[in-house]
């Protein structure tokens, strides 16, 4: 593969969510491949949501092209995109809107409805109503999942199984999030679909050894089991690709994307949400998909690049 020139590349990881540690962790291993590439490439770590400061000292590093390595807040929510449109800079991953669409559960579910996607059933609840009320009325039945509408790696999720449970399972989502998302609990298998230049990949099956995905399994090696590609029948994972690839279109996305996905009982594929900067260290779920293509790490990463500047000559 023929390596461009694509300048002096920031890749910005870090960030100030609670995702910082797993964001550490895609960043270093984005730059030790942009690096291993030829490229001139720079770590950048990020440690405020300040526009000002962030603006001064990604001007310091005087970038030509930015490599997002952030997950949650200041990085999947189209405030670090807007500021590196303000400085001109070319970058990863989806823009501004599909990326500030798609870290909000709630909007990005009420797209996939108008769109005539599959979606669980769902309630949103913000806090000062909730105060207000002193309840949640659930028509949803049991289980439900309860999660903060904008947060990743199942941060403050919880699936409740009666009445009793669900006093605790708002209060934690709270404490992540003013707003919520309570879901109907669907069964089936679990399963992840990355898009990578709007095309889609193979379908991953995600097989936890805990009760569900949670941040626990995602990060812990040896509690979750990955089969790559999924054991489906063709049809049923051409469905499952299909929705994944909508989804994407549906916001807006750009460059690369990771829908999750449960298959139903029903056999119907029921689109969660979709992460616009999935996981970049080699063991995550994007790269494993892309490896099953035979697009390896390092080519990962510079595709990548080269999708943040053909953005820019849209």
């Known amino acids: 593969m023929e390596i461009k020139d694509y300048g002096r590349v920031g890749v910005l990881m870090g960030g100030p969510s609670s995702e910082r540690d797993i964001s550490l962790k895609s960043g270093q291993a984005v ?4 690096l291993a590439s030829g490229l001139d490439a720079v770590g950048i770590d990020i440690i405020t949501d300040n526009s000002g400061v962030n603006s001064r000292l990604l001007k310091d590093h005087h970038l030509d092209c930015a ?7 200041f990085g999947e929510d189209g405030m670090v995109q807007r500021l590196l449109e303000e400085l001109n800079l070319p970058f990863t991953g989806s823009g501004v809107e599909s990326s500030c669409l798609a870290m909000d559960k709630i909007g990005s579910l009420d797209v996939f409805r108008k769109q005539g996607l599959c979606v669980p059933k769902s309630r949103s609840l913000e806090i000062s109503a909730y105060r207000k009320r002193g309840n949640f009325k659930n028509d949803l039945g049991f289980p439900v999942v309860i999660k903060p509408a904008n947060h990743g790696s199942s941060i403050g999720l919880s699936i409740v199984e009666n009445e009793e449970g669900m006093a605790g399972g708002i209060e934690l989502a709270f404490q992540f999030d003013s707003r919520i998302i309570i879901e109907e609990y669907i069964k089936g298998r679990e399963l992840t679909v990355g898009i990578l230049d709007e095309m889609p990949l193979p379908v991953i099956e995600i097989i936890p050894k805990r009760k569900f995905f949670d941040f626990a399994a995602k990060y812990q090696a040896g509690l979750t089991e990955y089969i790559v590609p999924a054991q489906l029948e063709e049809d049923i994972a051409g469905i499952v690709r ?6 994407h279109k549906a916001l807006g996305c750009f460059g690369c994307s990771r829908a999750d996905i449960i298959l ?9 949400e979709v992460n616009t900067i999935p996981g970049m260290t080699a063991t995550s779920l994007l790269p494993k998909a892309a490896k099953c293509v035979g697009i390896g790490f390092d080519q990962l990463c510079l595709k990548l690049l080269e999708l943040a500047y053909e953005k820019t000559k849209v």
């Open 264 to 272: 139903g009982q029903d056999n119907l594929p029921y689109l969660l």
């Open 67 to 73: 490599f997002i390595a952030l997950h949650g807040r």
């Open 242 to 247: 299909d929705a994944a690839q909508a989804a």
């Open 31 to 34: 730059l030790s491949a942009l």
